[in-house]
């Protein structure tokens, strides 16, 4: 359903993800939607494809008042005229009908069929399109237009001013036009313009097209002329484009529905053969999530036996403007050759206008013990069915946090619940939501809190003076030390809370001076009480405990750069700035980082890069820390060209911060290599080099040497390809070496060789049997993947393993290097570090993309301002090996010179 003036917007979305649908109306037969109609204090009509539009009789799960004029199709309600557009989709038709309502007797009025005849057609189509899509906007110049879509063609049709009356209120003739075509050029399940207003002020209708072709959803932007684009018309068809998620891919396949709460779209998601869900697409931000798979209650479908407990062939939706409630239709018959009438649907998924919200919690205190009475104040704290003659009560829950309460009592009016409060493990606020029947949970907010007390402790009792590290992962997995007195039982034993959560891995010294946990999961940004329980008691809450969780983000370091799969590298020098970050950019060579007045972001310094840009492509950067007679040092750079003579020395200046005077390495031994990657081993003067071209790991011997004294040994070879049948390959981006142990990023896997083992120290040459590599196992579930780059934090004994594979984001992985042994060579799983970065807000001065200090170029489209951005083609890792922060390069265009790479540096969170 489409309104000619947006539905009140909220904070929320019109289901937060996972609400249950409930029943309105069963025996239909593929709804294609439908409008809420005011009259009789409110009702929704259903548009069906045998019954025509019917009113819905929720008690009764049935239907009433049925106009069969026109049947099946979407169904627009223009409430400032009081007329309702129904697309018909009969056999052989191009017609959308028009009714007038009375809202004083809640009835429709005699019909006018306006013909809109399509001009191409599809799949049998020639005599009559079929018309299903129907959305109405009010355009810049004040006209009302009508967009018309069909099952049978491609075209999208406009039907100007169609309640026969122009913008000053003459009567006119409706004018119909062809003004643009699905992507595909073949049909459309649905239409909606989606009207927004972008950062600068300026309106955008932009009609989203549920297609049938499989493109998923398509976008014509500015329909009718906003944003100072010309209007879609016959002499300047619009096609409409698909609109595409982070990856590039379609946001959705399956479009069969589509609705708008003015701030985002609904968009039923149905492939025949699956259950369907519904999903919501914030287009301003690039958001989307599920909201809604079930429905209550089941049902068993009599044409095949089947029982159901989701949705099924969604073939429609729409919404109620006031409450915000979506309604959706399906029919699970609806893919058969010849489908069964009466077995569809009509369920309503609750909006936030009927939303639980609380308001008050009293009494706000109470201790840990539990069982205390607790009257909770707000609103909608009990569902109602719509249309009902009388609101019949559903069941509510209530929980303390985490915790479920008990003996939970309404008032049918949902303006007030008791509960028992449950007991708790530890002290600490938490917050107290409810949840009604359709899986709706009240928001957290400040009036909901409860704050858990514990009793004093007694004598003896655990007292905690200290908690290291005080922040964590907010998917746990930090080990934590608490410091005290009196932390453990007399048998070593002890309990350890955050919050009302449970630690694992509690282990304590006898003395009871300090323990040492695991932190469970929590939430991103909340601060919680650690607390020890002993036999005796437990410890009082205090400052000195406290524990913040955190989500790990990439801020933006840097933006402009091509290709950047060498990452970025720390050189120290003895400037003001004490040292500069490096960045190994495809079109300018190694370039120097330096900060942009007045931002937080760094941009290349194109007038301290390599000189005459030797390095066309340049790798992985390494600097070598031992100084020169002179006082420069030597820094090595791969050189990735197809004709690359492997690596480059160059010297580097302290004092100006420069490097010049590019020299090849070991000449004539590494040339055509394509070499990427490079590890620097000072004790042994060797410099471990990674290629594209073949699958072995090579040694410089004497790098601090002449080169032309250099030799240059096969130290190991990469994992057979096709599970050991095929050749061995190339590494991808950036290598470490971390004690003895060269960590590499393979097609297959991230594995690592030791540079002690005989394998890699021959005492011939050629080497007759290069060393092995061995997979590093920080999956939970082992399994081939693409990885693009590692890094390691030598401070802490950790690889970051970035698994990329190509344009899908990188999920990057932390996994402790100790764990690795004789027993067990690949170590235990890891865990998902980070997976994106936050994108500068629109207006800020990070925004601007600064290709150099002195150059800027448009924003990139693919990045929405102020939301999340994914790191596609995350080949460059990198550890600041002072502040153990984590540096990841990526470019989504892969090395097209495009400018369009971005450097981000994430905070070590432990």
């Not at 001009?119 to 049998?124: E, I, L, Q, S, W």
Request: charged share 10%; hydrophobic share 40%; with cysteine.
């Amino acid at each position: 359903m489409a309104a000619l003036a947006p539905a009140a917007l909220s904070t929320d979305s019109a289901a937060a993800a996972g609400i249950t649908g409930t029943q309105v109306a069963q025996g239909l037969s593929r709804p294609g939607g439908g409008a809420w109609l005011p009259g009789a204090g409110g009702h929704f009509w259903v548009s069906d494809n045998a019954l025509g539009l019917c009113e819905t009789v929720p008690a009764s799960a049935s239907t009433t008042k049925c106009n069969g004029t026109a049947k099946g199709g979407q169904v627009v309600y223009d409430a400032t005229k009081s007329l309702v557009y129904v697309a018909d989709t009969t056999t052989k038709t191009n017609q959308v009908m028009r009714f007038p309502y009375a809202t004083a007797n809640d009835s429709l009025g005699g019909a006018t069929t306006i013909q809109v005849p399509n001009v191409t057609a599809v799949g049998g189509g020639t005599g009559g399109g079929r018309a299903m899509g129907t959305t109405l906007v009010v355009a810049p110049d004040g006209s009302e237009r009508l967009y018309v879509a069909y099952l049978k063609s491609g075209d999208v049709m406009q039907v100007l001013n169609p309640s026969g009356k122009d913008r000053t209120g003459t009567t006119v003739t409706p004018t119909v036009t062809r003004i643009g075509s699905t992507s595909d050029a073949r049909g459309a399940q649905a239409l909606q313009v989606f009207t927004r207003t972008d950062g600068s002020g300026v309106r955008h209708d932009d009609l989203y097209i549920a297609e049938t072709g499989g493109f998923g959803l398509s976008v014509i932007r500015d329909v009718d002329g906003t944003a100072g684009r010309p209007a879609c018309t016959p002499a300047g068809l619009c096609t409409a484009t698909t609109v595409t998620n982070a990856g590039g891919g379609p946001l959705v396949a399956f479009a069969n529905g589509l609705t708008s709460d003015g701030r985002v779209l609904y968009i039923a998601d149905a492939p025949r053969s699956t259950p369907a869900q519904v999903l919501s697409y914030n287009p301003a931000t690039g958001a989307q999530s599920t909201v809604s798979t079930d429905i209550s209650p089941a049902y068993t479908s009599a044409f095949d036996g089947v029982t159901r407990t989701t949705y099924q062939n969604i073939t429609g939706l729409a919404l109620d403007p006031a409450s915000l409630d979506v309604y959706v239709g399906d029919d699970p018959s609806f893919p058969l050759a010849t489908p069964v009438n009466a077995q569809g649907h009509l369920w309503k998924i609750a909006g936030t206008a009927s939303q639980p919200v609380v308001t008050s919690v009293t009494p706000a205190t109470g201790t840990v013990a539990g069982g205390l009475a607790v009257t909770v104040a707000g609103r909608n704290l009990v569902n109602t069915v719509a249309g009902s003659a009388d609101p019949i009560a559903f069941g509510t829950a209530i929980r303390f946090g985490t915790l479920s309460g008990t003996g939970v009592s309404c008032l049918a009016d949902g303006s007030s619940c008791t509960v028992t409060s449950p007991a708790a493990t530890g002290a600490g606020i938490v917050d107290v939501r409810v949840t009604n029947a359709e899986s709706q949970t009240s928001p957290a907010v400040v009036a909901d809190q409860f704050t858990y007390a514990a009793s004093a402790p007694p004598a003896g009792a655990p007292v905690v003076t200290a908690v290291s590290p005080g922040r964590g992962m907010s998917i746990g997995g930090t080990s934590v030390t608490i410091t005290g007195t009196a932390l453990v039982n007399p048998d070593g034993t002890a309990g350890v809370s955050f919050g009302a959560a449970a630690a694992t891995g509690v282990s304590c010294v006898a003395a009871g001076t300090s323990c040492t946990a695991v932190s469970p999961p929590g939430t991103d940004g909340t601060t919680v009480d650690v607390q020890v329980t002993t036999t005796i008691g437990t410890s009082a809450v205090s400052t000195a405990d406290t524990f913040t969780y955190v989500t790990p983000i990439g801020q933006l370091f840097s933006s402009g750069i091509t290709a950047p799969k060498g990452g970025v590298t720390w050189i120290p020098d003895t400037t003001s700035s004490t040292g500069h970050f490096w960045v190994s950019d495809h079109g300018n060579g190694l370039c120097r980082l330096d900060p942009v007045p007045g931002t937080t972001v760094d941009a290349p310094n194109v007038a301290a890069c390599d000189p005459g840009f030797t390095l066309g492509s340049p790798g992985q950067a390494v600097y070598d820390p031992r100084p020169n007679a002179d006082g420069s040092h030597w820094v090595y750079v791969p050189d990735n060209a197809v004709r690359s003579p492997g690596v480059w020395r160059l010297t580097f200046h302290p004092a100006t911060a420069t490097i010049d005077t590019p020299v090849g390495m070991a000449p004539g031994l590494l040339d055509n290599l394509k070499t990427n990657a490079l590890a620097l081993d000072v004790g042994r003067d060797a410099l471990y080099v990674g290629d594209l071209v073949d699958g072995n790991i090579r040694r410089i011997n004497a790098a601090f040497g002449d080169p032309r004294s250099q030799t240059v040994d096969v130290v190991a070879v990469t994992q057979a390809q096709g599970g050991g049948a095929g050749a061995s390959r190339g590494i991808n981006g950036t290598m470490t070496m971390l004690g003895t142990r060269i960590f590499l990023p393979e097609n297959n896997a991230a594995t690592y060789f030791d540079t002690t083992a005989s394998c890699a120290n021959p005492v011939v040459s050629p080497n007759p049997a290069p060393c092995a590599t061995t997979t590093v196992t920080f999956l939970t579930t082992p399994a081939p993947v693409f990885v693009a780059g590692v890094a390691a934090d030598a401070q802490h004994q950790v690889i970051y393993i970035s698994a990329s594979p190509g344009a899908a984001n990188a999920t990057i992985f932390r996994f402790d290097a100790s764990t690795i042994t004789a027993a067990n060579p690949g170590g235990t799983p890891g865990v998902v570090y980070v997976t994106n970065g936050r994108v500068p807000a629109s207006g800020s001065p990070e925004a601007t993309v600064y290709c150099s200090l002195t150059c800027t170029r448009p924003a990139d489209p693919g990045l929405v301002p102020g939301g999340l951005a994914g790191f596609p083609f995350a080949q460059g890792l990198y550890v600041d090996p002072t502040t153990s922060a984590l540096y990841v390069t990526e470019d989504v265009s892969a090395g097209a010179r495009s400018g369009r790479g971005h450097a981000w540096v994430v905070p070590r969170i432990p």
